[in-house]
């Protein structure tokens, strides 16, 4: 077996700084790098994807809602073509700083990723403002989503993707962040935790459900004050359950 490892990263901003990009980076095999929108900035940018590019790591565009203030975990009333165009405007802006202008993948963040999760027109939007960069860059979404539904519809290569530091729900959507114990610290939990979901293609859910799930790529949060010890011990799980970290093939 084998699993990416993602992080998302690049969400300091001016002087502000958060987390620890430098030490995660050569940890995972791809990163989703804030666009400005929810954080980031051009400098952190161009940082950002300096650093992946140097430690091998595949480069993600991570588009948000227009949301500093609320890290982009507020969900906005937009029109669909406001946030098609929003998308490529963000994925545009990241490709100009990689090498060769060439992204890996896009992954869309926190509200706006878990609106697209269940409203089908807002994934089919998102999904159309990608394929106006490029046809063929792939998306991560979450398993079992109406994103990786939106992704097929419009021919776009994607992930399912599945967040070991986070608790879900019986509808196999994540917990939010406002209920209890929405988010997982413990690093050896959330390690059990993602090594479980890749061997058995399931979770167990808030409520104590069964969700199956397609695990293409983990995701652990790089704002989340325990980031580096649990991608550590994460590391450290997957070797001893002979699971290989390695980027995946994409389907369509």
């Excluded at 050569?26 to 300096?50: E, Q, R």
């Excluded at 994934?123 to 994103?147: F, H, K, M, N, T």
């Excluded at 917990?175 to 979901?197: F, G, T, W, Y």
């Excluded at 409520?207 to 980031?227: F, M, P, R, Y």
């Amino acid at each position: 077996m084998k699993i990416d490892l993602n992080s998302d990263l690049g969400e300091s901003f001016g002087h502000y700084v958060l987390g620890n990009d430098d030490q995660i980076l050569p940890l995972i095999t791809s990163a989703n790098v804030a666009c400005g929108y929810h954080a980031g900035d051009p400098n952190v940018m161009a940082k950002t994807v300096a650093l992946a590019e140097h430690d091998g790591v595949a480069i993600g565009a991570h588009p948000s809602y227009p949301d500093r203030v609320g890290f982009g975990r507020r969900r906005m009333d937009m029109k669909l073509e406001n946030v098609e165009n929003m998308i490529t405007y963000q994925v545009s802006a990241l490709q100009g700083f990689v090498k060769g202008h060439k992204l890996h993948h896009v992954k869309p963040h926190g509200a706006l990723y878990n609106a697209a999760a269940k409203d089908l027109q807002l994934a089919l939007a998102i999904c159309r403002g990608i394929a106006r960069v490029d046809p063929e860059l792939p998306v991560y979404g979450l398993a079992g989503s109406q994103l990786i539904v939106a992704a097929r519809e419009v021919g776009l290569p994607y992930a399912s993707e599945v967040f070991a530091d986070r608790a879900y729900q019986s509808d196999g959507t994540l917990v939010p962040r406002i209920k209890p114990h929405a988010v997982l610290h413990d690093p050896q939990e959330v390690a059990n935790r993602a090594v479980s979901m890749i061997q058995e293609h399931a979770v167990t859910a808030i409520t104590g459900e069964k969700v199956d799930l397609d695990v293409d790529t983990i995701c652990v949060h790089g704002d989340n004050e325990e980031a580096l010890a649990i991608v550590k011990a994460l590391r450290v799980a997957l070797k001893d359950a002979e699971i290989e970290i390695a980027p995946f093939d994409f389907r369509h």
